[in-house]
């Protein structure tokens, strides 16, 4: 079963392309997983929706269907994880939405019991969850990721860094500067440099390693492409180099996840990198959620915009909300918009399914069509910046 597109489909295919596979899988996935949570399941019943005329994301306006506030989520993690009461069914209808010929193949293989309790298990049981970091809440929330997602992130991650490292050709050595946790953006970041990167040195910043322990590793090390949220980068890490008056290699890459980072903090980081030796200084930015999953977005060069690489893991569309009480679980009152607040839908499979769930960001806008910069025809996103709601 498709799970990804190569970096050449990303290429090749059209918008128009894209999309329908899109709406092929939401369609999958509202009809066969969405109802396999207590969430959505109550919801459809509330609205007298059937799920089965969900085709495409604008049905879920069309229907009357709510979006669904991120506060509400964090109170009830365990509402939104699929949990069918027969698998094999639910899985066997999944697939046959999907693809008639992988419905049968299934069928066909189905003899095997030993073989269709691991496959059922390896698609519907969680293998780990991923904890944002509670930037917005303070309080970090679990996203339920699965065995096939968790193997997807791989594959999206070596694509992400043959964009990220077109331009980069020299020894590499990697520092992981994201806070060590079960939290997506260290784990990402860790597959990435397993991938990427001739030497990594596996670290991890906050209580796991201390500023200046990490700042001797660079040192010893030489490292020259490093992760990590742009304002520790610029207040601890590189400002502990330059007091150690330690001195690294010429060219260095800086990526920032997990907070926005602005114009004024990328020319900080190069200011500073510019101390301790660095004279070609490239600042990127990539941009995930947990509750995204494996859909990690990379900018391909600085201010080229996150691309979803992932298109086949989520759907991603901007609203305007009209009115938004305080007190309410949903949004009632919204329409679709050119910007505005970030909503998502996943259709990457099974684990936690959020569809009409508002993310906590909001987008300056959407583009489609081919980058001008790495030729991928997918979707770029500009100006992220948080979206504040009444709780």
């Given amino acids: 079963m498709r799970q990804l597109l190569s970096i050449q489909e990303l290429k090749s295919l059209s918008s128009m392309q894209i999309e329908k596979l899109q709406n092929a899988r939401f369609h999958a996935v509202a009809k066969n997983l969405l109802p396999h949570t207590k969430f959505y399941s109550n919801l459809f019943k509330e609205h007298g929706v059937d799920p089965n005329k969900l085709k495409k994301v604008e049905d879920w306006q069309k229907q009357g269907l709510p979006l669904i506030k991120k506060f509400y989520y964090m109170q009830h993690v365990e509402d939104f994880v699929v949990k069918p009461d027969h698998p094999f069914k639910t899985y066997w209808q999944y697939l046959r939405d999907l693809s008639i010929s992988e419905a049968l193949t299934f069928t066909l293989s189905s003899m095997n019991k030993h073989a269709l309790s691991s496959r059922l298990h390896y698609f519907f049981h969680p293998k780990m969850p991923l ?25 999206v991650m070596s694509i992400a860094v043959q964009l990220m490292s077109k331009d980069f050709n020299m020894p590499t050595t990697g520092m992981n500067l994201f806070p060590y946790g ?51 980068m610029a207040n601890k890490f590189l400002p502990m180099l330059i007091k150690k008056k330690v001195k690294l290699k010429e060219k260095a890459v800086f990526i920032n996840g997990s907070e926005k980072m602005t114009y004024q903090d990328k020319l900080k980081l190069t200011k500073l990198a510019e101390k301790v030796g660095i004279k070609d200084v490239l600042v990127l930015d990539f941009y995930g959620a947990s509750e995204l999953k494996e859909g990690i977005m990379p900018e391909c060069c600085p201010r080229s915009g996150f691309h979803n690489i992932a298109p086949l893991s989520n759907i991603i569309k901007t609203v305007k909300i009209k009115d938004m009480p305080p007190g309410d679980k949903m949004i009632t009152d919204w329409e679709f918009s050119d910007s505005g607040a970030a909503v998502i839908w996943n259709i990457g499979g099974a684990g936690t399914v959020l569809g009409g769930y508002l993310i906590g960001d909001k987008y300056e806008k959407i583009v489609k069509g081919k980058c001008p910069n790495c030729g991928l025809n997918t979707e770029r996103i500009f100006g992220v910046d948080r979206l504040e709601l009444k709780k």
């Fill in 131 to 155: 904890f944002s970091g509670g930037t917005q809440s303070g309080r970090p929330t679990p996203t339920f990721i699965t065995h096939p997602q968790l193997r997807n992130l791989h594959d």
């Fill in 182 to 232: 079960p939290h997506l953006a260290w784990h990402a970041v860790q597959t990435a440099f397993n991938i990427g990167v001739e030497l990594n040195l596996a670290t991890a910043a906050g209580n796991a390693m201390k500023t200046e322990t990490l700042v001797e590793l660079a040192d010893q090390f030489k490292a020259n492409v490093f992760a990590g949220m742009s304002v520790y």
